[in-house]
């Protein structure tokens, strides 16, 4: 793989942006210009539209762009991840999420194998569970699902639990619990009956100390609340790599799903890890998931880059990064049931792509992904929307609507909801001038002078571009397709700045500093071992607690 910054595109990219810049090109103008820009800057898949006309590209600005993806080998990268290749270089792992969801060709047989067999199991299990052939330790039929995870083995199911609550199983209550602080799982497990709560402890290291400490919390409560030792087995289940560790907590191993080290932990929703949303939604709405994933997996492995969504999503990025200037991008659902999908893409791209380093270890040169953030719309509307419309920073906006209304007798309401997720792109493209800001108040009845000054504060700047992610419907497969775009616009990007977008050896050191914290905190001695800053906190607590 070649350098992004000593590709001989690079520097054509970076002229091009100047000369847009200097000859005053909007978005606003390229779509006056051309009254085709939506139907030439669209990709349609079964039930996911991409439109991408409202941004600050040129039909040359994705030449560029493509032939930059070209010197970066994307094609071939593409495939030798399909193939089953080591990409994930410095834990020497192949990445094979899509193995999951796509029955491979050109892989190792082996993987397929070991997938269905995988997702025979998970569905004998939610047979069992939901026709209360599975019951708890007093003969009751399971009622709430406990999934005890972190980051990718918590984020993917519980977005994917909110967002498909039409298609609950009504018996049965899933609940997910991540944090460190006990309030978590005292939230969740204060009012359950341990009789007919089943645990699920997810994750792939059976190490992670916030999924330890809550299993642990889980089965004291457990035992303290009616259940004993032996009933452990009808109520705590696992799903890991490490046997070994799961064993030892006390899981039978007849109980524990498999996780694989080839699939990384941010992609894994498709895997075991899913248990918690198979047994939520049910088995058939998770196959349908994975059919949403394959739809573009497949589209990903074989369109042009040119009619590529997650290609022509992932160059957007590097263009607005690395060329624009962006260090943000905002994701904005209109769609309250995909509220937790922002928290669910910000470990999705910024653990990915959080890098400084290229593959051989040399430094990046040049930024890498931007900060992702968002929340659902309307809200964010009446909270930072306003930065977005008149701040100085430049942030990309992805917004995704939902044609058909969730809900059809209030289909009204929903066709609200649409008219503002458009309205806000249009504002940000658009903007508003100072000139329109002021006939509008003059018009209004203002005096001019008045009119004047106050216009200056009304002055949005527009140029601000955005993606629209339309859904035919907010269904289990296009969930799925939409997750899956954007693991793949992830990848595109790593190949592109020819970083390791599967690792993540950034979130060690905080680790092994807790653990010595961890120990000075609970010492009955003065702590002068670290930093004054560090100790003096720690001192502060010790006297307070004393
Ligand atoms: O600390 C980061 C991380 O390793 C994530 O990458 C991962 O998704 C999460 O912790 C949970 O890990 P595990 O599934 O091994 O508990």
Redesign the pocket.
């Known amino acids: 793989m070649i350098s992004p910054s000593r590709s001989k595109t690079w520097q054509k990219l970076a002229s091009h942006y100047l000369n847009l810049h200097h000859n005053g090109t909007t978005i606003s103008k390229l779509c006056k210009k051309d009254a085709q820009r939506f139907e030439n800057h669209q990709v349609k898949i079964d039930g996911v539209l991409l439109d991408y006309s409202k941004n600050f590209v040129t039909p040359q600005t994705f030449s560029l762009l493509r032939e930059l993806a070209k010197e970066a080998k994307l094609t071939d990268a593409i495939r030798a991840m399909f193939r089953g290749d080591k990409l994930n270089l410095s834990e020497d792992r192949a990445v094979l999420h899509v193995a999951l969801r796509t029955p491979l060709k050109d892989a190792d047989p082996r993987y397929n194998a070991e997938v269905n067999a995988c997702l025979e199991r998970m569905s004998d299990f939610v047979t069992k569970v939901h026709e209360g052939l599975w019951s708890g330790y007093s003969g009751l039929p399971i009622k709430n699902i406990v999934n005890i995870?972190?980051?990718?083995?918590?984020?993917g199911p519980a977005m994917v639990y909110a967002a498909l609550q039409r298609w609950k199983v009504p018996h049965i209550d899933t609940h997910f619990v991540s944090n460190l602080d006990p309030a978590h799982m005292h939230e969740c497990i204060d009012g359950l009956d341990p009789a007919s709560t089943l645990f699920i402890v997810?994750?792939?290291?059976?190490?992670?100390l916030?999924?330890r400490q809550n299993a642990e919390l889980a089965r004291k409560w457990f035992l303290n609340c009616g259940g004993s030792q032996e009933h452990l087995d009808k109520h705590f289940i696992a799903v890991?790599s490490n046997i070994e560790k799961a064993c030892e907590f006390g899981i039978a191993q007849e109980n524990i799903f498999p996780?694989w080290d080839w699939v990384?932990?941010?992609y894994?929703l498709w895997s075991a890890?899913g248990l918690s949303i198979a047994l939520g939604l049910g088995m058939e709405t998770f196959k349908q998931l994975l059919h949403g994933a394959r739809i573009v997996d497949e589209h990903f492995r074989d369109a042009p880059l040119e009619a590529n969504i997650p290609v022509i999503m992932g160059l957007q990025a590097v263009w607005y990064s690395d060329f624009v200037g962006a260090n943000s991008q905002v994701v904005l659902p209109y769609s309250q049931e995909l509220a937790l999908f922002p928290a669910f893409l910000q470990?999705l791209e910024m653990?990915s792509l959080g890098k400084s380093v290229e593959l051989d270890g040399s430094r990046l040169l040049v930024p890498s992904g931007p900060i992702v953030w968002g929340s659902a719309g309307t809200n964010g509307q009446h909270s930072f929307h306003q930065f977005l419309h008149q701040g100085t920073h430049y942030i990309p906006a992805d917004f995704i609507g939902v044609v058909a209304p969730p809900y059809p007798d209030d289909a009204d309401q929903h066709t609200q909801l649409l008219a503002n997720c458009f309205s806000q792109s249009q504002a940000l493209m658009d903007g508003k001038s100072q000139k329109e800001a002021f006939h509008e108040l003059v018009s209004q009845g203002m005096d001019e002078a008045q009119a004047y000054q106050l216009a200056k504060h009304k002055v949005i700047a527009g140029n601000k571009p955005s993606n629209t992610l339309l859904l035919d419907s907010l269904c289990p497969q296009t969930l799925g397709s939409l997750v899956a775009i954007y693991e793949h616009k992830v990848f595109v990007e790593s190949v592109i700045w020819n970083i390791n977008a599967f690792d993540?050896w950034g979130?060690?050191l905080g680790?092994q500093l807790g653990e010595k914290l961890y120990t000075a905190l609970s010492s009955a001695d003065k702590c002068a071992a670290f930093d004054p800053s560090t100790n003096g906190l720690i001192n502060y607590c010790r006297t307070k607690n004393d």
């Open positions: 995870g972190i980051g990718g083995s918590d984020l997810t994750s792939k290291s059976f190490k992670t916030e999924t890991t996780m990384g932990g941010r894994s890890v470990q653990e993540q979130v060690e680790k």
